[in-house]
């Protein structure tokens, strides 16, 4: 199978990451175990368009394990582990990606993926949906559905639901409670945070965090700065978020006053311009930005160097901004995903859930494609709750279950049947 990876030698590297989450993915485990059984992708071919690190390589083979021929490539172009590519190669999983890919580089890499002429696909961000859409309709009447990953992408397909130019179901995976719940939430308020200290070495207690969004992302990334001692402000667009982060005990303002007192900044709402020039000189020299939502345009970064009268790397994944007033401002891994671009994603036991999900998806569309429309399809209960029930049995914990009395109960309007 053909690849366009860095270079292979680093393989052993990437083999001992991937060696490293496989135990701790008990779920994926599970339902390796039933893929290999069932082999419910025998003679399809898949592509795995997601953030190239040892969970996703997992998954990549856990897929295989159904029988599928996988190729993976990136969704991101500073979220690539070059090992752990390599090391899917080593293991016959075609991948075409590198670690800080151009944007010709990433585009010729989506190219590259879709020859195989993939039956089923998995995304994250919609990329990979609207490069088929845009650049090869020949494929669009052989790729029978798939999965998307993340808020963004499930935004995005709805919009091109709602402009009629979908062309196969999509499942929402995002929406399934067993992802927002524990991946947006709590993978993502650990890895932030896990991504910020790594990279600046810097204290958080007693420093005030700016977070805008407080979404199920900013909800987690809030939690966790809280548990580290910081003073924390929240930025929102929707009132009723803004009243359930002051009722978690936090302060609410919007950005043009927040911009005077953080010392971290995390942008993490899906949208675009949350931080832009009207904000950046308010800030205090020596203030951090960092940006967690999808895409890289939540810190107006084009602006930041605009107004900067120099600009120089300060640390590694660091941008030291100096502006006309002296104050020093730094972004982190350029206003990219910081979890993913300056560390390693979320927890493995977080992701093990979010990719027993997206297994299990991309079976239900394997197996059901010709009764789908092309529409976008909520997670079925059943996998959702599978999944949670997984998790639990791996973690050696049991739940009560509801007696015929309590269904009778729980299934009666009248106050004689009460
Ligand atoms: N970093 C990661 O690993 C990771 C993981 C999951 C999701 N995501 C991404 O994070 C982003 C947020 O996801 P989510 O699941 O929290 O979405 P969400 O829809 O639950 O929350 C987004 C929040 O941002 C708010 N918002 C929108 N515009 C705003 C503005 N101008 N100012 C302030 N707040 C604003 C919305 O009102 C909403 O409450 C998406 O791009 C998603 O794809 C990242």
């Known amino acids: 199978m053909k690849s366009t990876i860095r270079d292979i030698a680093l393989a052993p590297l990437g083999q001992r990451k991937i060696d490293w989450v496989v135990p701790r993915m008990q779920v994926l485990n599970m339902v390796r175990k039933e893929f290999e059984e069932q082999l419910p992708f025998a003679g399809k071919k898949v592509v795995i368009c997601l953030h190239l690190e040892a969970k996703t390589a997992y998954l990549a083979h856990v897929i295989r394990a159904g029988g599928a021929e996988v190729t993976v490539v990136a969704s991101n172009p500073l979220s690539t582990q070059d090992d752990v590519v390599a090391a899917l190669v080593q293991q016959g999983i075609g991948a075409h990606a590198w670690y800080n890919a151009t944007e010709e580089d990433f585009n010729q890499h989506l190219q590259l993926a879709l020859d195989t002429e993939p039956d089923f696909i998995i995304d994250d961000g919609g990329d990979l949906v609207s490069t088929i859409h845009t650049t090869r309709p020949e494929l669009l009447q052989r790729i029978k559905g798939g999965a998307e990953e993340t808020t963004t992408g499930v935004l995005r397909l709805h919009s091109m639901v709602r402009d009629g130019?979908?062309?196969?179901?999509?499942?929402?995976?995002?929406?399934?409670?067993?992802?927002?719940?524990?991946?947006?939430?709590?993978?993502?308020?650990?890895?932030?945070?896990?991504?910020?200290?790594?990279?600046?070495?810097?204290?958080?207690?007693?420093?005030?965090?700016?977070?805008?969004?407080?979404?199920?992302?900013?909800?987690?990334?809030?939690?966790?700065?809280?548990?580290?001692?910081?003073?924390?402000?929240?930025?929102?667009?929707?009132?009723?978020?803004?009243?359930?982060?002051?009722?978690?005990?936090?302060?609410?303002?919007?950005?043009?006053?927040?911009?005077?007192?953080?010392?971290?900044?995390?942008?993490?709402?899906?949208?675009?311009?949350?931080?832009?020039?009207?904000?950046?000189?308010?800030?205090?020299?020596?203030?951090?930005?960092?940006?967690?939502?999808?895409?890289?345009?939540?810190?107006?970064?084009?602006?930041?160097?605009?107004?900067?009268?120099?600009?120089?790397?300060?640390?590694?994944?660091?941008?030291?901004?100096?502006?006309?007033?002296?104050?020093?401002?730094?972004?982190?891994?350029?206003?990219?995903?910081?979890?993913?671009?300056?560390?390693?994603?979320?927890?493995?036991?977080?992701?093990?859930?979010?990719?027993?999900?997206?297994?299990?998806?991309?079976?239900?569309?394997?197996?059901?494609?010709?009764k789908l429309s092309a529409k976008v399809y909520q997670v079925n209960t059943e996998i959702d709750e599978k999944v949670a029930m997984l998790k639990l049995q791996s973690l050696g914990l049991s739940i009560d279950r509801l007696t015929e009395t309590q269904i009778g109960y729980l299934a009666s309007w009248s106050s004689e049947e009460g």
């Open 165 to 370: 130019v979908l062309k196969f179901p999509m499942i929402a995976v995002n929406d399934a409670q067993c992802k927002y719940l524990f991946d947006n939430r709590y993978g993502t308020g650990q890895s932030v945070w896990d991504g910020i200290m790594r990279t600046t070495n810097l204290v958080v207690a007693g420093k005030t965090s700016v977070i805008a969004g407080y979404g199920w992302c900013g909800k987690g990334v809030a939690l966790r700065a809280k548990g580290l001692g910081a003073r924390v402000i929240i930025c929102e667009i929707n009132p009723i978020k803004a009243n359930e982060a002051l009722m978690d005990g936090f302060e609410v303002m919007p950005m043009a006053e927040a911009a005077k007192f953080g010392d971290f900044f995390i942008t993490v709402t899906g949208n675009t311009d949350i931080i832009n020039k009207e904000h950046f000189v308010l800030m205090k020299s020596g203030a951090i930005m960092c940006n967690a939502g999808h895409f890289d345009v939540e810190v107006n970064v084009a602006q930041l160097k605009a107004i900067a009268v120099s600009e120089r790397i300060a640390r590694n994944n660091i941008t030291e901004y100096t502006l006309a007033g002296g104050q020093m401002l730094y972004l982190l891994a350029e206003g990219r995903l910081v979890n993913l671009a300056a560390g390693d994603g979320h927890p493995a036991e977080v992701m093990d859930m979010t990719f027993a999900l997206q297994a299990l998806s991309l079976q239900y569309v394997a197996l059901n494609y010709d």
